[in-house]
């Protein structure tokens, strides 16, 4: 409107008669933003009015202050409150505005008018509150009395409005210099029915030493939180200080917890990123607990959440000795979920990914292994996710073939079913036999059959183009196979290629025929 509409004027008036209300944080980012991503664009008249304005609109008092720069953090990507205009170090600018909120902190401490004027929103708002209540801790000249005014405000208002972002700051602050005082009054905390359900963010907000852990532990056993409270110790490296022991210990708690496996689970793989970003060793009752909550996972119908997490999970914990018993209740509860349509394979195609690549053998056995009836549901879970190019594409030959050579009559046509039969298409290379393949078809008792049932895949079932044109690029693999040195495959290579031929024929035919009556329909 300002740069284009030509009502700069009647935009002016407007501006400046909400602002003799009281001062108007909204208006005064939004004439802010609007110079900072369209100034240089307009003509020097309608800039030079802007410039005026955002001067006129800019608070001034210490209330108008907070109010502007601490609270409401929802006006920009960044907030450009206290940014120069001209100024593109979106970083350097961002470090400034968290040093004058924590600044404005400091100077409300020595307010305290002002203060119990602002608390109300400081418990409720959003924006930069912890770097305010860093500041306010930093400032206050008496801690406990300024803990007791954030917390009755923060009770005050309604369970669904408040947020603990201003406490877990002022904790945090006071935390650096009188680490006594911080749990003293986190000790309080967990004693207070009315705080104790967000304890577990409050405890965050510190390092957790021994004394949060032990305090943690209490509010389990209390059952005054429940398990997405917890979920604070996801983000900040928060569960990184907690030794492996008592980490298994907490999170088998709140796994028990209703809902909370999904809680356990994201909280263990912070952990274990943390952990492998750091370039620490594994530990060892951390992989156990991993094994613990993957035993009793929950797997839920909207699995694309969840799938790259779990499949973390189990490459780092479900490796290694004293991992069979976790991995076998793993896939049969898998197959369970899948079996009664609680939820899709496709939607875990990561997850089954990485239950091959974890124990290739042992999922074999899970997958493919048994009666007629989990080799059949093995083989369409395997089928399902492997058209993401997921799963068993990813297991090396000789563990395949480790696995067939156990009973080799039916195990090498069980394989020759699920295998992919070549590498991943690309539109710059030719296609080319998977490697797995050709080794399946030189070990195999009945290369003849295998081949066979390696073919019945060749026609895809999804697709995008012309399928005929699909299906006659895969030809020339039979092809290559008609100068094999064992004469049954050869023989059967070039068979299955004509029989293949005509259905390439027949889809081709079916596609022209199709077009012409979609082109006649329109015409």
């Given at each position: 409107?300002?740069?284009?509409?030509?009502?700069?004027?009647?935009?002016?008036?407007?501006?400046?008669?909400?602002?003799?209300?009281?001062?108007?944080?909204?208006?005064?980012?939004?004439?802010?933003?609007?110079?900072?991503?369209?100034?240089?664009?307009?003509?020097?008249?309608?800039?030079?009015?802007?410039?005026?304005?955002?001067?006129?609109?800019?608070?001034?008092?210490?209330?108008?202050?907070?109010?502007?720069?601490?609270?409401?953090?929802?006006?920009?990507?960044?907030?450009?409150?206290?940014?120069?205009?001209?100024?593109?170090?979106?970083?350097?600018?961002?470090?400034?505005?968290?040093?004058?909120?924590?600044?404005?902190?400091?100077?409300?401490?020595?307010?305290?008018?002002?203060?119990?004027?602002?608390?109300?929103?400081?418990?409720?708002?959003?924006?930069?509150?912890?770097?305010?209540?860093?500041?306010?801790?930093?400032?206050?000249?008496?801690?406990?009395?300024?803990?007791?005014?954030?917390?009755?405000?923060?009770?005050?208002?309604?369970?669904?409005?408040?947020?603990?972002?201003?406490?877990?700051?002022?904790?945090?602050?006071?935390?650096?210099?009188?680490?006594?005082?911080?749990?003293?009054?986190?000790?309080?905390?967990?004693?207070?029915?009315?705080?104790?359900?967000?304890?577990?963010?409050?405890?965050?907000?510190?390092?957790?030493?021994?004394?949060?852990?032990?305090?943690?532990?209490?509010?389990?056993?209390?059952?005054?939180?429940?398990?997405?409270?917890?979920?604070?110790?996801?983000?900040?490296?928060?569960?990184?200080?907690?030794?492996?022991?008592?980490?298994?210990?907490?999170?088998?708690?709140?796994?028990?917890?209703?809902?909370?496996?999904?809680?356990?689970?994201?909280?263990?793989?912070?952990?274990?990123?943390?952990?492998?970003?750091?370039?620490?060793?594994?530990?060892?009752?951390?992989?156990?607990?991993?094994?613990?909550?993957?035993?009793?996972?929950?797997?839920?119908?909207?699995?694309?959440?969840?799938?790259?997490?779990?499949?973390?999970?189990?490459?780092?914990?479900?490796?290694?000795?004293?991992?069979?018993?976790?991995?076998?209740?793993?896939?049969?509860?898998?197959?369970?979920?899948?079996?009664d349509n609680t939820v899709y394979a496709f939607h875990y195609d990561d997850f089954v990914q990485s239950l091959f690549t974890a124990r290739p053998v042992d999922a074999l056995?899970?997958?493919?292994?048994?009666?007629?009836?989990?080799?059949?549901?093995?083989?369409?879970?395997?089928?399902?996710?492997?058209?993401?190019?997921?799963?068993?594409?990813?297991?090396?030959a000789d563990d395949i073939i480790r696995w067939c050579e156990q009973d080799p009559g039916e195990r090498y046509l069980l394989v020759a079913n699920v295998v992919p039969p070549?590498?991943?298409?690309?539109?710059?290379?030719?296609?080319?036999?998977?490697?797995?393949?050709?080794?399946?078809?030189?070990?195999?008792?009945?290369?003849?059959?295998?081949?066979?049932?390696?073919?019945?895949?060749?026609?895809?079932?999804?697709?995008?183009?012309?399928?005929?044109?699909?299906?006659?690029?895969?030809?020339?693999?039979?092809?290559?196979?008609?100068?094999?040195?064992?004469?049954?495959?050869?023989?059967?290579?070039?068979?299955?290629?004509?029989?293949?031929?005509?259905?390439?024929?027949?889809?081709?035919?079916?596609?022209?025929?199709?077009?012409?009556?979609?082109?006649?329909?329109?015409?």
């Open positions: 409107l300002w740069s284009n509409s030509g009502v700069a004027d009647e935009l002016d008036r407007i501006f400046r008669a909400i602002a003799k209300e009281g001062f108007w944080r909204e208006g005064w980012a939004a004439t802010r933003q609007t110079l900072k991503f369209d100034g240089k664009g307009m003509p020097k008249k309608v800039r030079d009015k802007l410039t005026l304005l955002e001067k006129a609109l800019r608070p001034a008092k210490l209330v108008e202050n907070v109010r502007g720069i601490v609270l409401g953090g929802s006006s920009g990507s960044i907030d450009l409150e206290d940014v120069d205009l001209d100024e593109a170090d979106y970083a350097a600018a961002h470090e400034r505005q968290e040093a004058l909120a924590f600044n404005l902190g400091k100077d409300s401490a020595q307010s305290t008018k002002e203060l119990a004027e602002l608390m109300p929103e400081l418990v409720t708002g959003q924006g930069r509150l912890w770097a305010f209540g860093r500041g306010l801790a930093a400032g206050s000249a008496d801690i406990r009395a300024a803990w007791k005014a954030l917390t009755e405000a923060f009770k005050a208002a309604g369970p669904k409005d408040r947020r603990t972002q201003v406490l877990g700051g002022f904790l945090n602050g006071l935390n650096e210099h009188d680490p006594d005082v911080a749990n003293n009054l986190l000790d309080a905390t967990l004693s207070d029915p009315a705080l104790g359900a967000d304890f577990p963010a409050l405890q965050s907000s510190v390092v957790i030493d021994g004394k949060g852990v032990t305090r943690l532990k209490e509010c389990l056993k209390l059952g005054i939180s429940s398990a997405w409270d917890f979920y604070a110790l996801v983000g900040g490296r928060a569960s990184d200080p907690i030794p492996g022991k008592d980490l298994r210990e907490l999170l088998n708690g709140i796994a028990s917890k209703p809902d909370g496996s999904d809680v356990a689970l994201e909280i263990l793989y912070m952990r274990l990123f943390s952990d492998r970003d750091q370039k620490k060793g594994a530990v060892p009752e951390v992989v156990e607990t991993g094994r613990d909550l993957l035993e009793k996972i929950d797997f839920k119908k909207d699995g694309q959440r969840h799938d790259h997490r779990l499949a973390s999970i189990v490459r780092a914990c479900l490796t290694g000795d004293g991992a069979g018993k976790a991995f076998t209740a793993v896939c049969e509860n898998f197959k369970k979920v899948v079996s056995d899970n997958f493919l292994g048994g009666d007629e009836a989990n080799r059949k549901l093995g083989t369409t879970i395997i089928l399902d996710t492997m058209r993401h190019g997921k799963s068993i594409q990813f297991v090396i070549f590498k991943t298409e690309t539109e710059k290379t030719a296609l080319e036999w998977n490697p797995t393949v050709l080794a399946l078809l030189n070990r195999s008792p009945d290369p003849v059959a295998s081949l066979k049932q390696l073919v019945q895949r060749f026609a895809p079932m999804s697709w995008s183009g012309s399928r005929a044109a699909i299906m006659e690029s895969r030809l020339p693999l039979l092809k290559q196979l008609e100068s094999h040195a064992n004469p049954r495959i050869a023989e059967v290579a070039r068979e299955e290629g004509l029989r293949f031929q005509q259905q390439v024929e027949k889809a081709r035919k079916w596609e022209t025929e199709n077009d012409r009556s979609t082109d006649e329909r329109f015409e």
